[in-house]
């Protein structure tokens, strides 16, 4: 039965037993229990780090934020290693006076991390956000960036839709083959990459979402947009023209090359209960 693992300090994969307790408490662990195994919940407590020695695979990683007592963040240091977490890997916020978000550091730009789903802070005011560096992650899911960076490198994928509450977007987002919905829930956003090379069927649409605020994009790569705005006519998008809420723009020339190949990864779509608590918006 897939169980909660908090890390014991510092250690380099997730399946060493001596670096994780399984004792359903508070982070961070103090004594080895059950072997892990790839279906668990990992937790990386406050001022541990993993840095990964090889390619890992495992179900739900959580980079915990800094807490009182414990100021420095959690670490996930991926290095030229490919991540496999198959529901999601999570980056938490610091709401404590001094404190650091979690890390995500990887030093390859293409390596294929491969994510069902990622969550960038949880969107609290006055938090401290977390830093997420994820070069060629090939993401599944929805990507929720409510506070802190992301970075996306330009062989990365996003399978599903984006939202980015106060958290910056930087690097390239590519979209997979599908139709996607960019909400920028508290104020406007500029995202510095869209490639669009994926989208080869034609139709694709990237709709900004009604009820968000306008979504520019600096540079467009790999084919270009239509965008429709409510209640208007079709234009040629410019890049950076701001992009009003309940536009939908069009993949008008998609496949143009930009971005290396993305893998098919196989990943479970389930949610289940984690030892934390988070908004997800």
Known sequence: ??????????????????????????????????????????????GHTITLGAANAVDWVTVKAGVAGTLTGGTLALGTFALTATTRLQVDESMVAGGAGGTVTSSSATTAHQLGMLVVGMGMPGATGPVANLGGAQIAGNVILNTGTLTLGSNSSVGGNLTIDAGTFAGTLRFTDANHTINAQSAAKTIPNLNLSLMTTPGRTITIHASGQNVTFANVAGGSLSCTPTGGAAAAYTTGQPIAPGTVCTVTAGGGGGGGTVSAPIFSTKEKPAVFSEEVK
């Open 1 to 46: 039965m897939a169980v909660n693992q908090l890390s014991i300090g510092n250690g380099t994969d997730f399946t060493t037993a001596a670096n994780w307790d399984d004792v359903p408490a508070a982070c961070p662990g103090t004594a080895a229990g059950t072997a892990p195994t790839a279906a668990d919940t990992f937790l990386i407590c406050p």
